[in-house]
C-alpha cells in the first residue's frame, strides 16, 4: 500500500496563495491517477483536481478551475496543488488521493483555512 503525507496548509486571507505538497512511498506512485480532494464542515469530501500518470492530463472542479493548479514530479514521488485566488469557500481538510490498477490509498488530510 502507498502511504501519502500531505504537507503545506495553513491559514491564508481571501485572495491570497498556497501550495500543498503529497509525498508517496511505494513503485507503483508513477504509474498512478492522483488528485487533491476537499471536505468542508458539514460537507461531503468532494473532487478538486486530478492528474494522470504522465502529468499530460488534469481535471478540475468547476469552482477551482483557474485558479488552482495540479502537477506532479514522478521523479520525487510528489503531487502538487497550487491554489491562488483563494477564497473563504476553500476551507477545508485537503487529502490526497492515490488511484492504481492495485488500489487506492489516501493521506491524512491537511487544513486550508481562507479569512475573509
Known amino acids: 500500500q502507498v502511504h501519502l503525507v500531505e504537507s503545506g496548509g495553513g491559514l491564508a486571507q481571501a485572495g491570497g496563495s498556497l501550495r500543498l505538497s503529497c509525498a508517496g512511498s511505494g513503485r507503483i506512485f508513477d504509474s498512478a491517477t492522483m488528485g487533491w480532494y476537499r471536505q468542508a464542515p458539514g460537507k461531503q469530501r468532494e473532487l478538486v483536481a486530478t492528474i494522470i500518470s504522465n502529468g499530460y492530463r488534469k481535471n478540475y472542479a468547476d469552482s477551482v478551475r483557474g485558479r488552482f493548479i495540479i502537477s506532479r514530479d514522478n521523479a520525487k514521488n510528489m503531487v502538487y496543488l497550487d491554489m491562488k485566488n483563494l477564497e473563504p469557500d476553500d476551507t477545508a481538510v485537503y487529502f490526497c488521493?492515490?488511484?492504481?490498477?492495485?488500489?487506492?490509498?489516501w493521506g491524512q488530510g491537511t487544513q486550508v483555512t481562507v479569512s475573509s
Open positions: 488521493h492515490l488511484r492504481s490498477p492495485w488500489g487506492e490509498s
